[in-house]
C-alpha cells in the first residue's frame, strides 16, 4: 500500500519560510516522480512543482518560480519543498503527490496522492 505522509506545515506571516516535507512508503520511490499541488478555498488544485526521479528536472507552477525550490533525498524516501518570501495567496492545503514521470505529474496526471497539509500565511 501506497503512503505518502506530509508534514511542515503550518502558520506563518507573510515574507516568512516554511518547509514541506513528504515521506514515501510502498513504492519504488528512487523511480517514482514527485511533487506538489495546492488548494485554496473555493479553487481547483492546483500544480506548484515536480521533480524527476534523480532530481536533476524540476518544474513550477508560474506563481511560485523563484520562491519555492523542490528537492529529494532518495536514500529517505522523502522530497522538502522549501518555501520562501510566503504570500497571503500562498495559503493553500498542500498536498504530495507521485507519478511516473515529473512532466507527467506537473500536467495533473498523479498516480498517489497525500493527506494533505495546511499553509496559512497572514498579511
Known amino acids: 500500500q501506497v503512503q505518502l505522509v506530509e508534514s511542515g506545515g503550518g502558520w506563518v506571516q507573510a515574507g516568512g519560510s516554511l518547509r514541506l516535507s513528504c515521506a514515501g512508503s510502498?513504492?519504488?520511490?528512487?523511480?517514482?516522480?514527485m511533487g506538489w499541488f495546492g488548494q485554496a478555498p473555493g479553487k481547483e488544485r492546483e500544480f506548484v512543482a515536480a521533480?524527476?526521479?534523480?532530481?536533476?528536472?524540476?518544474y513550477y507552477g508560474d506563481s511560485v518560480k523563484g520562491r519555492f525550490t523542490l528537492s529529494r533525498d532518495n536514500a529517505k524516501n522523502t522530497v522538502y519543498l522549501q518555501m520562501n518570501s510566503l504570500k497571503p495567496e500562498d495559503t493553500a492545503v498542500y498536498y504530495c503527490?507521485?507519478?511516473?514521470?515529473?512532466?507527467?505529474?506537473?500536467?495533473?496526471?498523479?498516480?498517489?496522492w497525500g493527506q494533505g497539509t495546511q499553509v496559512t500565511v497572514s498579511s
Open positions: 510502498g513504492l519504488t520511490f528512487m523511480s517514482a516522480a
Open positions: 521533480i524527476s526521479w534523480s532530481g536533476g528536472i524540476t
Open positions: 503527490a507521485a507519478a511516473k514521470a515529473s512532466r507527467v505529474l506537473a500536467s495533473g496526471s498523479v498516480d498517489y
